[in-house]
């Protein structure tokens, strides 16, 4: 059984920014300085660097969370960085999934219910959304702590959970933000293999890290940032 990744051209962009830079307040220097980047679709993109070299700025900027100072930032077609609030929200509804280091799963709701949620909030019907979920929880070996609650999980279980939440709307692109910080070696194993089993299936990923094996498992080209700025790139 396959997520139903949607079907992407290999050969366009997804993400495109230009110029892109961040600053914060006045004087210091910027969390960016004129990046330019681009992710095709099907590509999974790790952006590696040491804390303070703008790599979650960058992530939150592709999401809509943040603005860039200047620049354009460019994902599936649309100008992200010229979104108000009510569409940057429906944008993230629509073409992204995000997981988080420490999952954000809500602890009074069932596993099942976190992944139903972001459908729910789409306006997806329920028996298809029900559907869609009991797939993605079945596909990511989860199906069997439907009516757990997350505090009951394991950490690579509750991890497995926030991707499967993350990926319910179908997304054309997931972000993944640290998503084997806070695992013990074995359940970050297995987040690394589900990774790199979703980008095989079409997945495109654009993942932050220090995680080095993270990157070798699931990336097909890495990016480190230094100082705000692309240091070094390279292919998988």
């Known amino acids: ?20 830079s961040r600053a914060y307040g006045e004087g210091g220097p910027p969390a960016l300085a004129g990046i330019d980047l681009t992710v095709m679709a099907g590509e999974s993109l790790a952006v590696l660097g040491p ?27 649309l100008r992200v960085d010229r979104l108000g609030e009510a569409a940057s929200a429906r944008y993230r509804r629509s073409r992204i999934g995000m997981v988080f280091q420490f999952f954000h799963l809500l602890d009074d709701l069932t596993v099942a219910d976190n992944v139903l949620l972001p459908a729910q909030l789409a306006g997806v019907p329920r028996a298809e959304a029900r559907h869609r979920a009991a797939e993605l929880l079945a596909r990511l070996g989860v199906a069997r702590h439907a009516d757990a609650y997350p505090g009951r999980l394991s950490g690579g279980e509750r991890q497995r959970v926030a991707v499967a939440r993350a990926l319910m709307n179908r997304p054309p692109l997931l972000l993944a933000d640290e998503p084997t910080g806070a695992l013990d070696s074995a359940s970050g194993d297995g987040v690394r293999e589900l990774l790199a089993s979703l980008n095989a299936d079409g997945q495109t990923i654009v993942l932050v890290t220090h995680d080095l094996r993270l990157a070798e498992a699931c990336a097909t080209r890495t990016v480190e940032l230094v100082d705000g700025r692309v240091a070094a790139e390279a292919a998988a």
């Open 1 to 20: 059984m396959t997520t139903s990744v949607p079907a992407q051209s290999a050969d366009r962009p997804l993400v495109e920014l230009r110029e892109v």
């Open 51 to 77: 804390s303070g070299s703008g790599k979650s700025t960058l992530l939150h900027l592709i999401a809509g969370l943040d603005r860039p100072s200047g620049g354009r930032v460019t994902v599936d077609g």
